[in-house]
C-alpha cells in the first residue's frame, strides 16, 4: 500500500479510522513535507537546521551562540556542529561580542545571505510541491486553518 507520502511500505495497511484522524493525516502530510524539504535542500548541500538558522539570524539579528541555541531550541552541542558547518562554508561568522569579550555573537555573511536566498527558493519549490493539488485558495486557507489550529491553546 502506498501511504500519503508516496513511499511504498510493505503491508502497510492503517485502518480506515486511522485514516481520518486530523492528528494521523497532519503527521502523515508533515513527514512528506520533510521529504520534500530535505530533498530539495540537499541539492544545495544544506539541511533543514542550516536554513533555520541562516533565517533566524537574517530575520531576528545576531545573536550569542547560547541566545540562538534557545530562540531555536537547538540543542548546544548540535547547535556547535552546526555552526562550525555554516562558518566553515563562510555562511556565518563568531565575533568576539564588544560588550562581554567572553561570548562570540554569531552573525549571517553576505555569502549568508546569498545562501539563504538560494536555499529559500529550495524551500518554496518544495512547499509547491507539497501542495500542487491545492489551489492558490486552498493553500491559503489550510494555513490559515493551520494557523489558528496552533495558536489555540
Known amino acids: ?9 510493505a503491508g502497510y495497511d492503517p485502518p480506515e479510522r486511522l485514516r481520518h484522524l486530523p492528528t494521523w493525516l497532519t503527521a502523515q502530510v508533515a513527514t512528506k513535507g520533510r521529504r520534500l524539504v530535505n530533498a530539495s535542500l540537499a541539492q ?8 533555520t538558522v541562516l533565517a533566524s539570524l537574517s530575520e531576528q539579528g545576531s545573536a550569542s551562540q547560547a541566545e540562538l541555541g534557545r530562540r531555536l531550541s537547538i540543542d548546544r552541542s ?28 554569531v552573525t ?30 486552498e493553500r491559503r486557507e ?10 489555540t491553546p
Open 1 to 9: 500500500m502506498e501511504d500519503l507520502t508516496g513511499d511504498q511500505h
Open 142 to 151: 489550510l494555513n490559515r486553518l493551520l494557523q489558528k489550529v496552533l495558536e
Open 44 to 51: 544545495e548541500g544544506a539541511r533543514r537546521q542550516h536554513f
Open 108 to 137: 549571517l555573511t553576505r555569502a549568508g545571505r546569498g545562501a539563504l536566498a538560494r536555499l529559500g527558493k529550495r524551500i518554496d519549490a518544495a512547499q509547491d510541491a507539497l501542495l500542487d493539488p491545492l489551489s492558490m485558495g
Open 78 to 105: 548540535d547547535l556547535h556542529a552546526l555552526l562550525a558547518e555554516l562558518e566553515g562554508n563562510g555562511l556565518v561568522a563568531r565575533v568576539r561580542d564588544e560588550r562581554d569579550r567572553r561570548r562570540n555573537v
